[in-house]
């Protein structure tokens, strides 16, 4: 059975950091890409960032792009986001999913099968 177990999220000031952790289990096959995805309040889920996890390749929204970085650690079977000059925009709850690969399409919710619990991050001005 496939896991994702999101933490990391808090309350800071704009301008600080957090670092988010994904950490998966269960995952059978050999390639898979780690979305993060963020929702704020009455809004749609949108997504943040993807890695594959074997091949590297990474993209982010422009939204975050230049702030954020998204990193995976293969051997702890965890994926971190770590999110710098942080914004009040950037308040939400963050969720971690896995796809079979990094798609063109990633920002699509309707793409990941698998979902973690969500982590909020509140950002204050």
């Known amino acids: 059975e496939v896991q994702l177990q999101a933490s990391g999220g808090g309350l800071v000031q704009a301008g600080e950091y957090l670092r988010l952790s994904c950490a998966t289990s269960?995952?059978?096959?050999?390639?898979?890409?780690v979305a993060w995805f963020r929702q704020a309040p009455g809004k749609e889920r949108v997504g943040v960032s993807v890695?594959?996890?074997?091949?590297?390749?990474?993209y982010y929204s422009d939204s975050v792009k230049g702030r954020f970085a998204i990193s995976s650690d293969n051997a702890e079977n965890k994926v971190y986001l770590q999110m710098n000059s942080l914004k009040p925009e950037d308040t939400a709850v963050y969720y971690c999913?896995?796809?079979?690969?990094?798609?063109?399409?990633?920002?699509?919710?309707?793409?990941?099968?698998?979902w973690g619990q969500g982590t909020l991050v509140t950002v204050s001005s």
């Open positions: 269960g995952i059978t096959f050999d390639d898979y890409a």
């Open positions: 890695i594959g996890t074997s091949v590297g390749i990474s």
């Open positions: 999913a896995v796809d079979y690969f990094v798609s063109e399409w990633w920002t699509d919710p309707e793409r990941y099968d698998y």
